[in-house]
């Protein structure tokens, strides 16, 4: 009976690395489903009122057939930190080292990447968010390690921007917690069949974290007579406004 258990097992093995390719393009669908399908139980639910059986119930798939790409549902929450925050930490990071930018021109593609990181699978930093508290251990830590990492590459491109003199002297911190939370909100809000597109919720996005530290929301590198000039206009505007005595 044993030798028997084991060559089913050994089989069923075979044929999933066969349909799926063993980390091939079906593979790699397969677990886009899987945690597409779990994040929308989990924030539905609740991490603690779903089951793996829920998840596979809900993917028509036998139980079993999950264990080839997850071991348990701590197992998909682990996994989602791998991708939120820990990758976003990582991409944010190399855009920061960059020497070739300026300061704004890294915040506006530190917003893109990651609001088109958001939008790309919507709903999953939501639930990750909603069941932080299922997380230990190892995991907990590197989630709070990352998130941390996140807020600080931000931050670190906003006082480089103050620094610089492109960015209002603002306090970085807050600054920084207030794009972050602007972007992250996108997974509450953002449907992918319906109003604009991903990439143009980014870009919006993106020109308004800039707009909202530049001066005025000139461009940077305006020349100062430029915005003087500017600044005397607006003057006119508003004294022609005021009333005769």
Not at 12 to 35: H, I, K, V, Y
Not at 41 to 49: K, N
Not at 132 to 146: Q, R, Y
Request: aromatic share 4%; glycine share 8%; with cysteine.
């Amino acid at each position: 009976m044993a030798g028997g258990k084991k060559v089913r097992r050994s089989g069923t093995r075979a044929a999933n690395q066969a349909t799926n390719g063993d980390g091939g393009p079906r593979s790699a669908l397969m677990e886009q489903r899987l945690f597409d399908v779990a994040s929308k139980l989990f924030t539905e639910r609740g991490f603690g009122d779903t089951s793996l059986q829920d998840v596979a119930d809900a993917m028509g798939v036998s139980r079993p057939a999950l264990y080839y790409y997850v071991k348990s549902k701590e197992d998909i929450l682990a996994r989602l930190v791998e991708e939120f925050p820990l990758r976003d930490a990582e991409r944010l990071r190399q855009i920061h080292e960059r020497t070739d930018m300026s300061a704004a021109e890294k915040l506006r593609e530190i917003v893109r990447i990651h609001v088109t990181h958001l939008t790309a699978v919507p709903g999953r930093l939501q639930m990750l968010d909603r069941n932080e508290n299922h997380l230990s251990g190892t995991v907990a830590e590197s989630h709070a390690k990352a998130k941390r990492a996140v807020l600080g590459e931000i931050r670190g491109v906003i006082d480089e921007g103050i620094a610089s003199g492109e960015f209002r002297p603002v306090d970085a911190r807050s600054a920084a917690l207030g794009i972050l939370g602007m972007c992250n909100w996108v997974s509450w809000w953002f449907e992918p069949d319906a109003g604009p597109r991903g990439e143009e919720v980014a870009a919006t996005l993106a020109e308004m974290a800039q707009n909202s530290l530049t001066v005025a929301g000139e461009p940077n590198g305006a020349d100062p007579r430029d915005l003087l000039a500017k600044m005397r206009e607006e003057i006119d505007r508003l004294d022609a406004m005021l009333p005769e005595d």
